[in-house]
């Protein structure tokens, strides 16, 4: 993203902003600092009580906090995918991909109970409902709950608002538990207890498909491939398969974005693209989603 200066140093760095005294800098695409505002140090200080503003090396940067009440107002696919993508291309194409991954590993009977964990605006409950005998959503954001509500397309899916930590009552287990883009966002010991309660839920010999993003670099603040498989092999959860099915900067995901490439042809660049990271391997600099396939031993 550019430069900041820090004092007579330029420092590079990736967040947008950073505080540097009681200034506020704002990088350009050609690295030259820009002033964006003038801020009092308490109010910098009252930023970083509240989340939205973190400590990293010599200065501050913005971290991106997630308000998923605001992003329910996005839209079906803009609330889960990118509130960004205003015109949906994008948002198409990966909710286009993660379903064509999961199509090719499903291996289903037509009754099974499932578990959409994390479902936001229910996108994957509603396109796997017609294949199964039932699903429950389970979300933490009632909006969401609200937005997956307002587009229903099935009768068989139920939506359960739950506090984030402890898993609604179930009187059965579930036969298969999916979760897209859920566990990226917590990490260590929490990565670690929400497996193995999603783990608690599965029946014996059931399967849990996940599509999360991972990523080696610690700025970009999302698990590693192996923090998720030590999570699964805590929680006595076999890993079947797990392989990449997206890199998430790819210039072909911009030419979709902007309308450069017609739509009747994104199915086949998704086979493509997930044909293409499955056997890619070595140093994830930035992310990539991963699909895991698990069985409960």
């Avoid at 291309?89 to 291996?107: C, F, G, M, S, T």
Wanted: with cysteine.
């Amino acid at each position: 993203m550019g430069r900041f200066e820090t004092g007579e140093r330029f420092v590079k760095n990736t967040p947008r902003l950073v505080y540097c005294g009681e200034t506020l800098w704002r990088a350009s695409l050609f690295g030259r600092p820009q002033r964006a505002t003038q801020i009092r140090s308490h109010a910098c200080r009252r930023a970083v009580q509240t989340g939205f503003l973190t400590k990293y090396g010599r200065g501050i940067n913005l971290v991106e906090t997630i308000n998923w009440r605001d992003r329910a107002r996005k839209g079906f696919l803009g609330s889960g995918i990118d509130p960004a993508d205003t015109k949906g291309r994008k948002n198409y194409y990966v909710d286009l991909l993660h379903k064509i991954a999961l199509q090719e590993v499903l291996d289903l009977r037509g009754d099974e109970v499932v578990l959409d964990f994390g479902c936001g605006s229910g996108r994957i409950a509603y396109w796997i409902a017609p294949k199964v005998k039932r699903v429950v959503g389970l979300e933490v954001t009632p909006e969401m709950i609200d937005l997956a509500e307002r587009h229903r397309t099935a009768e068989n899916v139920e939506f359960m608002v739950y506090d984030g930590i402890h898993f609604p009552v179930v009187q059965y287990p579930f036969d298969i538990i999916l979760s897209v883009w859920v566990l990226q966002y917590v990490e260590g010991e929490k990565l670690k207890k929400t497996v193995f309660e999603l783990a608690q839920h599965l029946r014996e010999g059931g399967k849990l498909y996940l599509i999360e993003q991972a990523s080696d670099n610690p700025k970009v603040r999302r698990p590693r491939v192996d923090e998720y498989l030590q999570a699964f092999k805590e929680s006595k959860l076999e890993c079947l398969r797990y392989y990449p099915i997206r890199n998430g900067r790819w210039f072909v995901l911009y030419l979709i974005r902007y309308g450069l490439i017609p739509k009747n042809w994104l199915p086949q660049i998704a086979r493509h693209e997930l044909s293409k990271r499955r056997g890619e391997s070595g140093r994830i600099h930035v992310y990539k989603d991963f699909l895991f396939l698990l069985k409960k031993e």
